[in-house]
Structures are given as C-alpha cells and as structure tokens.
C-alpha cells in the first residue's frame, strides 16, 4: 500500500465538499502612492517639505497616498470524487458561494478561469481562480466521497479514453464592477467566454472537429474547434506523443 499526502483540507463550494490540494482565500487591496516633484531620487539634500536647506537627511518617498479598490479572490485546485462541482458553474458563469472549515470562506463568487486536466493513470484535477464580492459563508460538512475518479470514469466521444492526456480550460474574463459609495466591487460581470482544449494522443490521432466529454457528473460537447497548434514530442525510451492544442468556436460547451 502507498499513501501518497497531498490532500490538505476541504472546503465547501456551492454545498458541494471538495478535498483540495491547495486553496488560497485572500482579500486583495493595495495602497496607491504619488509621486512628488521632490522625491525621485533615494537622497537628496534634505527632507520633503524642507528642500532648501542642506541637512543631509533622507528623502521620506512614498508619503503621499490612497487606498485601493479591493477585491476578494480564491485559488484552488482539488480532485475529483463522485459529481464535479464547479464545472456547470463556470459554464453558466452563476453565482456561489464558498465555505471553509476555518470560518474564511467567501459570498457572491463567480468562476473567472476553470480547467480541468486528467492524465492517463491519473486522478482527474480541477484549478480555478474565483472573485468574490465579500468574506463570509458557512464551513459546510466533511466530503463523504472517498474513492478519488480516475482517468477510467471519463469518456472522450462516447469511448473510453485510449488519449494520453485531456484538458480544457475556461476563461470567463471575469470584471468587478465598482462604485463611488464602495472600493470593493457591487457585482462582478461575466466578459466574453473563451474556451480551449488540448489533448496528447499517441501517433497523431486526431478526435475531429467536436469532441463530448462524460464523467464525473459532466456531459459535455465542445462545438467547432479552430486548430491553434501543437508539437511531437518523442523520446528514445518512450512512445511517440502528439499534442494537438484548439480554441472552442460559438456555443463551445452547449449552453
């Protein structure tokens, strides 16, 4: 038996328990400095307000200042047990909720980039970034799924997968909305959505130009794919792999 430690915790998206790998909740908002006409260099004669006599002190930079707009934001990565959570999320770009054990979860998310990735004798992986409009959520319970989904519980065109590796990735250019009564954002707007999929296959076989991914409680086809490259890759002790790379046309995930 080998026990491999990589699961560092769960958390709770839209109900749904997740054991992530690693997850990163944080409250974005720097400070904005100005320049000043005095101040450019690291010394000058003397302080700020008093440049006319020649004291020698150090110049005080970065005095003059305001605070940020801000926006609350979370990266996480996890596998996959039973139904997969965020897919649909990011597909429909709707709004969820996250929960933490440690009471920092977060309110008014959406998806900004979803990808998901497997790899053949691997368990399936999800990494997303999400924004937030505010802290706050329930912890949620425990993940009753025990037994992680692996590279076998997917289908590629209605077949098992005999592919070396599949991904995809979703950007839905995600925008906060601000206000003058707020420096954080009222609402978070969905941009244009962009797909992407890139999948090795041994000896340069091509899947078409539409392919439909099952698994995972995930039924989807991807539209008209536009090739956008790829490479050989082959090496003296292993098989020969092509890794063929497309960008999703239109209704790209059937929505």
């Not at 020698?56 to 990565?77: A, F, H, M, P, T």
């Not at 909720?97 to 691997?122: E, Q």
């Amino acid at each position: 038996m080998t026990i491999t430690n990589n699961i560092y915790g769960y958390a709770n998206i839209a109900g749904t328990p997740v054991r992530y790998t690693s997850c990163n909740i944080s409250k974005d908002q720097s400070p904005l400095f100005y320049n000043t006409i005095i101040g450019l260099r690291d010394t000058v004669p003397s302080g700020l307000f008093d440049s006319k006599s020649d004291g020698g002190s150090l110049n005080k930079q970065r005095q003059i200042y305001r605070s940020g707009v801000g926006i609350y934001k979370c990266s996480i990565s996890y596998f996959i047990a039973g139904s997969e959570p965020l897919f649909e999320l990011a597909k429909t770009g709707n709004e969820f909720d996250i929960g933490h054990p440690s009471g920092s979860g977060l309110t008014g998310c959406r998806v900004n980039s979803y990808t998901f990735t497997v790899s053949a004798g691997d368990v399936a992986t999800v990494s997303a970034d999400i924004m937030a409009l505010d802290s706050g959520g329930s912890s949620g319970g425990e993940p009753l799924e025990e037994v992680l989904a692996t590279w076998d519980s997917f289908y590629v065109g209605g077949e098992a997968c005999d592919l070396q590796s599949f991904s995809f990735t979703i950007n839905n250019n995600c925008k906060p909305i601000y206000t003058c009564s707020n420096l954080f954002p009222t609402e978070i707007r969905i941009g244009t959505q962009a797909v992407s999929i890139s999948y090795a296959t041994y000896g340069g076989q091509s899947l078409g130009s539409s392919i439909t991914l099952t698994g995972g409680g995930m039924n989807v086809t991807f539209g008209t794919l536009l090739d956008s490259g790829g490479g050989l890759q082959a090496a003296s002790s292993g098989p020969q792999i092509t890794t063929l790379n497309f960008e999703a046309n239109e209704y790209s995930l059937g929505a």
